[in-house]
C-alpha cells in the first residue's frame, strides 16, 4: 500500500521538523514493512511549469495528425512545442517541461527541429510525468498560474511509502490504521477520518429492498443518491491522492469509493440505481450461476461463493469484484452505494477459487471493521453530493447481524512472564487502550478488542501487542546459554555417515517432495496387492497432482532425474535419503479424530491421533544411468549396470556397519532377472540392480537405469567395535575352489565359507567364476582365496588345510558345494 505524507499527515500530526528516516523509523517500530521510499520530488529535474494553449495549427503534410502548438509559459513570448494529442484546446491550461527538464527515465527535454517547426519544450502526459499510467493523451490541469512550478498541482512535491501489510495487520490496509499506528509512535494527535461522517439508523422504508439469506455476511448497508453527475471529473485533490496511492481516477462514483476504501479500509460498491429489477439478495451461489465481473471474465459460480442478486440474476461477487451488469456507466443518474461487512475465511476462498485478487478481497480476507458500514456509505453519499450534485435520499438501509466482541481474560503479569520485560500494570492498560481495546479489572484484565481489531482473539495476541506497541527496542537482545547437549544420535551419526560415503563415491544428494501422483504405483509396475500401494493421501497437498505420500523413495526420487534429463544432463547418479509413510495398521478402520485448536485436547484425543499416525521408516536410494565412465583416447566408456547398484547399496551397508548379503530377487520395479534382495542379519532390507524396461518407458527414463532403495531404519546399529588385534605373524593364503548349483549366489557361498572357518580367517575374496559341461548342466565354480592368520603362531599348512576343509563342509552341508579337482 502505498501512503503519501501530507495525506497521512491530515491524521497524524506529524512534527513540522520530522525527517524521512524518522517516519521510516516510526513505521518499522510499529511492525510495518517498508518496501520502498518514493520522493517524487525527485522524478522531474529542471523547469516544470503550467502553460497555457495560446494558438494550434493543425499540421495535415504527414501521416499522422501532428499540431504546432504556441503555449504560454509566463515568458515574455509564447512556446512553439509540436505535440501529437488531441484531447486538448486553445485556452486549456497544460504542463510543459522547458528545455533543460528531466523527465523519469532520464528522458531529458530540450530545443530541437521537428516537422518543419521549433519544438521548444514538451506538453506532458500523466505517463510521461509519473503520476499515473495514463497516456490516452496529454494532462490538462483545471486550475493553475501560467508559469507556475506545475509539481505541487501534480503532487510531485510529495513523497510516499510504500508498504508491505502483513495478513496480521489488515487494519492498516488504510490511511485510517497507519495514521493510528504513526501517531501512537509519535506521541502525536490522531484524528480518525471515520468522525467525518454522522451514523444514521435504519430507516423504515429502505432506499432499495434488500434481504440477507446467508451467515457469511454479518452486515449490510445501502444509501442512495439521485440526480447525481456519477461520472463528472473528481475534484483534484482527490484525484491526486488516487494517483499517489497508485489508482487511476476514472469518475466520480467509482472514484469515491476507492478514496474511502483507502482512507477507511473498508471497501464500497457503487450500483446504477435504474439498472436494478426486484430485490436486493445476499445469498450463497447456486450450482451452474455465471456472472461476468468487471475484468470482463465470465465466472462459473461455486455453492461456496457469496453473491448479490436481483431479479435478473448475480450483480456482484461479493467482496470481490462487481459484475457489468449493474456498474455505474456513462448514463448513470441514480446511485446506489452498498457497504458490507463479509466473512474474511468465505472471501479468501473465492478469491482464490477464482484467482481473482482485488484491492477489496485483500481488505476483507484480512478482516474489516463492520462498525464502518454505515459511517463509510454516510461519507460516500455525502462527497458524490458535494462533488456531483443531486439529492440525498433520507432512507437508510442496514441489516445488522454482528455478534458483539467477546472480552479476553489476561493475567496482568502475563506480557512480562513471556516477553521477559517488567510492564507494570499501568502500561500493559496503556498498551492495550492504544491497540483500541477496553480494559476493566485488576490483576487479571477484561480485555474487549476494538471492531477493527479482529486479529486479537486470545492472550497471546494481547501480549504481542502490548510488546509492539512498548517498542520492540526494550525488549533486550541477549542469545540465551544454549545447554550441554549429548551431540548427535547414534542414528543421526549413521545418516551422516552413509550420505557422505555416497557422495565420496561420485553421487549426488538431492531432496524431492515426499509426495507422488496416484499413478507413479502403476508406473512403478506395482502389483495390485503390494502393500507400497497403500499411500495416505494428503488433504491439503500443495500440488492436486501429488497428493499421496510416497511409501518408497524411489517413487519421487525418479522425478529429480527426470528433472535432470529434461534440462540435458545423460550421466547421472543421484541418491537420497528420507522418510516414506506406511499407514498403520488396521489405519482405515481407526476412527478420525478432530483435535481442537482453542484448548488442549484429552489425552484420549491424543492417544487416539498417534495410533493413526502412519509409520515413518528411513529409506536410501539411489539411481545411476549413463555411462559409469565416460569415453576418452583410452576406449569407450563403461555402461551402468545392475553390479553399481549393488555396489551402492554395499557402500550403504559398510557406512552403516552392517555385513550385507546379497542374494538373487524379484520385486518390482527391478527386472526380474537383474535383481538383487539386500539382507541384513537374515532380514531382507532393500533391493538393488536394473529397473525393467517397461518402468523406464513409463517414466522417461533410458534403458538399462540401475536402482537400489534400503531401508536404513531396518538395518541394526552396530555394537561398539572392540580394539583390533594386530598380528606380527604372517598370514596364510589358501584357494578353495567349490562347484554349486546356477541358483546358488557367490555372496551365500561366502557366508557359508567364512562361518565355516572360525576365528582364524581374515578374508575370502571370490577371485574367479568358471562354467564349463564338464561341471555338470547347471552348474558353476566358484574360486575364493582365504586368508588365515592367528594372533600368536604361524599356522602349519595342516592347520590352513583342517580349516579350509571346515569351511568346505559347512557350504556342502548348506548348497551341496564340492571342491572341484
Not at 598380528?727 to 541358483?743: G, K, M
Request: charged share 25%; net charge negative.
Amino acid at each position: 500500500m502505498r501512503i503519501p505524507v501530507s495525506w497521512l499527515s491530515e491524521y497524524a500530526a506529524l512534527p513540522a521538523d520530522l525527517t524521512t528516516e524518522a517516519l521510516d523509523a516510526a513505521l518499522v517500530d510499529a511492525g510495518l514493512e517498508v518496501e520502498e521510499v518514493h520522493d517524487l520530488r525527485e522524478q522531474v529535474t529542471g523547469p516544470l511549469v503550467v502553460g497555457r494553449v495560446a494558438s494550434i495549427e493543425e499540421l495535415t503534410e504527414f501521416k499522422k495528425p501532428i499540431r504546432h502548438c504556441h503555449v504560454e509559459v509566463g515568458e515574455d513570448e509564447p512556446r512553439s512545442i509540436i505535440c501529437g494529442a488531441r484531447n486538448f484546446a486553445e485556452g486549456d491550461l497544460v504542463v510543459v517541461a522547458l528545455p533543460g527538464a528531466v523527465l523519469p527515465g532520464g528522458f531529458a527535454i530540450g530545443s530541437r527541429k521537428t516537422y518543419g517547426r521549433l519544438s521548444d519544450g514538451m506538453i506532458c502526459s500523466a505517463r510521461e510525468l509519473g503520476v499515473s499510467d495514463d497516456h490516452d493523451g496529454i494532462m490538462v490541469l483545471a486550475e493553475g498560474m501560467v508559469g507556475e512550478d506545475a509539481r505541487p498541482l501534480l503532487g510531485l512535491d510529495e513523497i510516499v511509502f510504500e508498504l508491505a501489510i502483513t495478513p496480521d495487520m489488515g487494519y492498516c490496509f488504510s490511511m485510517r490504521g497507519v495514521a493510528r499506528e504513526v501517531a501512537h509512535q509519535l506521541g502525536a494527535a490522531f484524528t480518525d477520518p471515520a468522525a467525518k461522517a454522522v451514523e444514521h439508523p435504519a430507516t423504515a422504508e429502505p432506499p432499495h429492498p434488500i434481504r440477507v439469506e446467508t451467515e457469511g455476511c454479518t452486515r449490510f448497508t445501502l444509501r442512495a443518491v439521485h440526480g447525481v453527475d456519477a461520472n463528472a471529473d473528481s475534484p483534484e485533490w482527490m484525484a491526486k491522492r488516487l494517483t499517489q496511492a497508485g489508482m487511476r481516477p476514472i469518475g466520480l462514483a467509482v472514484d469515491v469509493t476507492n478514496y474511502l476504501m483507502l482512507e477507511l479500509g473498508h471497501p464500497l460498491h457503487a450500483f446504477d440505481l435504474d439498472r436494478l429489477e426486484g430485490d436486493l439478495v445476499v445469498r450463497r451461489a447456486s450450482p451452474g450461476e455465471k456472472l461476468k465481473t468487471l475484468d470482463d471474465v465470465e465466472r462459473a459460480l461455486d455453492p461456496e461463493d457469496m453473491v448479490i442478486y436481483d431479479n435478473t440474476g448475480p450483480l456482484s461477487l461479493a467482496g470481490v469484484m462487481g459484475g457489468e451488469s449493474s456498474e455505474v456507466g456513462p448514463e448513470t443518474r441514480n446511485v446506489l452505494v452498498e457497504a458490507a461487512h463479509w466473512d474474511p475465511v468465505a472471501i479468501a476462498r473465492t478469491s482464490r477459487r477464482h484467482k481473482l485478487t482485488s484491492e477489496a478481497s485483500k481488505r476483507f480476507e484480512r478482516g474489516t471493521d463492520p462498525a464502518l458500514s454505515a459511517l463509510a456509505t454516510q461519507r460516500a453519499v455525502d462527497l458524490l453530493v458535494e462533488y456531483g450534485g443531486g439529492t440525498l435520499s433520507e432512507k437508510v438501509a442496514d441489516v445488522d447481524n454482528r455478534r458483539p466482541v467477546a472480552p479476553i481474560e489476561l493475567p496482568v503479569d502475563l506480557p512480562s512472564q513471556t516477553i521477559g520485560v517488567d510492564y507494570d500494570r499501568a502500561t500493559v492498560v496503556a498498551m492495550l487502550e492504544a491497540a483500541g481495546c477496553s480494559v476493566e479489572g485488576g490483576d487479571v484484565l477484561t480485555v474487549t478488542p476494538a471492531t477493527w481489531r479482529p486479529d486479537l482473539a486470545d492472550p497471546a495476541d494481547l501480549v504481542e501487542e502490548v510488546a509492539r506497541l512498548h517498542g520492540y527496542r526494550h525488549i533486550p537482545s541477549s542469545v540465551p546459554r544454549a545447554p550441554a547437549g549429548p551431540g548427535l544420535t547414534p542414528e543421526q551419526r549413521r545418516r551422516r555417515r552413509v550420505a557422505r560415503a555416497l557422495a565420496d563415491n561420485g553421487f549426488v544428494e538431492t531432496f524431492t517432495f515426499p509426495f507422488v501422483s496416484r499413478e507413479r504405483a502403476d508406473e512403478l509396475w506395482l502389483d495390485p496387492a503390494d502393500p507400497r500401494r497403500d499411500a495416505i493421501a494428503v488433504l491439503n497437498p500443495l500440488d492436486t497432482a501429488a497428493p499421496l505420500l510416497r511409501t518408497s523413495v524411489l517413487a519421487s526420487l525418479v522425478n529429480a532425474v527426470r528433472t535432470n534429463l529434461a534440462r540435458g544432463a545423460r550421466d547421472l547418479a543421484v541418491f537420497e535419503e528420507g522418510l516414506v509413510f506406511k499407514p498403520a495398521e488396521g489405519w482405515s478402520e481407526l476412527e478420525k479424530v478432530e483435535l481442537p485448536v482453542s484448548e488442549r485436547p484429552s489425552d484420549e484425543a491424543i492417544s487416539a491421533a498417534i495410533r493413526r499416525l502412519p509409520a515413518q521408516p528411513r529409506h536410501v536410494a539411489a539411481i545411476l544411468c549413463g555411462q559409469a565412465g565416460p569415453d576418452g583416447v583410452e576406449g569407450p566408456g563403461r555402461q551402468v549396470d545392475w553390479a553399481d547398484a549393488i555396489e551402492a547399496a554395499e557402500i550403504v551397508a559398510e557406512a552403516a556397519g552392517a555385513k550385507l548379503e546379497v542374494v538373487q530377487g524379484e520385486l518390482a520395479p527391478w527386472h526380474p532377472g537383474r535383481c538383487a534382495e539386500l539382507k541384513v542379519e537374515g532380514e531382507v532390507v532393500g533391493h538393488a540392480g536394473e529397473l525393467h524396461p517397461e518402468v523406464c518407458e513409463a517414466l522417461d527414463l533410458p534403458k538399462r537405469t540401475a536402482a537400489m532403495e534400503l531401508d536404513l531404519s531396518a538395518v541394526p546399529l552396530p555394537d561398539l567395535a572392540p580394539a583390533p588385534v594386530i598380528s606380527h605373524y604372517p598370514a596364510t593364503l589358501i584357494d578353495v575352489a567349490v562347484v554349486v548349483s546356477e541358483s546358488v549366489s557367490a555372496g551365500e557361498v561366502e557366508a557359508a565359507l567364512c562361518e565355516g572357518a572360525g576365528e582364524l580367517l581374515e578374508s575370502a575374496r571370490l577371485f574367479d567364476v568358471y562354467r564349463d559341461a564338464k561341471l555338470g548342466e547347471g552348474k558353476k565354480s566358484l574360486a575364493f582365496k582365504l586368508a588365515l592368520r592367528a594372533g600368536d603362531r604361524t599356522l602349519t599348512n595342516e592347520e590352513g588345510v583342517a580349516i579350509r576343509d571346515a569351511a568346505v563342509a559347512v557350504a556342502s552341508e548348506r548348497f551341496g558345494a564340492a571342491i572341484r579337482e
